[in-house]
């Protein structure tokens, strides 16, 4: 075999080629390049995942919207105007109190707030009866009581001053055996 090889026309000299396992290798055959037609599939799979995420961004919306300023800034920035207002006023105020003195006087009516004023008289000021207040003040003693008892058992200190406060209304522990749920009076 020579190390020339020619075609059919002779004149010629064939090229050896490689290509992919199983294909054969002829002189018409032209290598796909699969670089090529590889990077324009992911091209267009990009494209269209894009596509298909910026669609969905633009379908989901939140279901608030914020605005430009809560109101709470706005009443802060009111307050600020207010304050800057009435300081640049009082400037203008104590300029011709020097003139003045009866500007002074309005002045000082002007940092008056004025609140509803409200007379409360009689027994029940709080709006609940007096009645209510002593049975809720027994229950609490009760409760404290039976507080007192459940920490003894449970081998824990109870709080000194509600104790002292305790011994100082007069009252014994009461007979707490009526509260057991066990049913056995010990």
């Known amino acids: 075999m020579s190390t020339d090889l020619t075609g059919v026309s002779g004149s010629h000299p064939l090229k050896p080629q490689r290509s992919l396992p199983g294909t054969p290798v002829s002189v018409t055959h032209c290598p796909i390049d699969l670089r090529t037609s590889m990077e ?4 267009e799979i990009a494209e269209e995942l894009f596509t298909r995420s910026m669609a969905e961004t633009e379908m989901r919306s939140a279901p608030y919207e914020f605005p430009e300023e809560s109101p709470i800034e706005q009443l802060e920035e009111r307050r600020h105007r207010l304050e800057r207002q009435i300081s640049q ?28 004023r409200v007379s ?3 027994e029940e000021k709080c ?52 509260y057991d749920c066990s049913g056995d009076p010990r």
């Open 127 to 178: 709006g609940v009866p007096f009645t209510d207040l002593v049975d809720a003040a027994k229950c609490v003693v009760k409760a404290l009581f039976i507080r007192e008892k459940y920490i003894n058992y449970s081998l824990q200190n109870f709080c000194k001053t509600t104790a002292h406060a305790l011994q100082d209304l007069g009252l014994k522990i009461l007979d707490m055996r009526m």
């Open 89 to 116: 006023d009082i400037k203008l105020v104590k300029e011709k109190s020097v003139e003045n003195d009866s500007v002074v006087i309005k002045e000082k009516e002007v940092h008056i707030e004025e609140f509803q």
């Open 120 to 122: 409360i008289s009689g």
């Open 40 to 43: 324009e599939k992911y091209k």
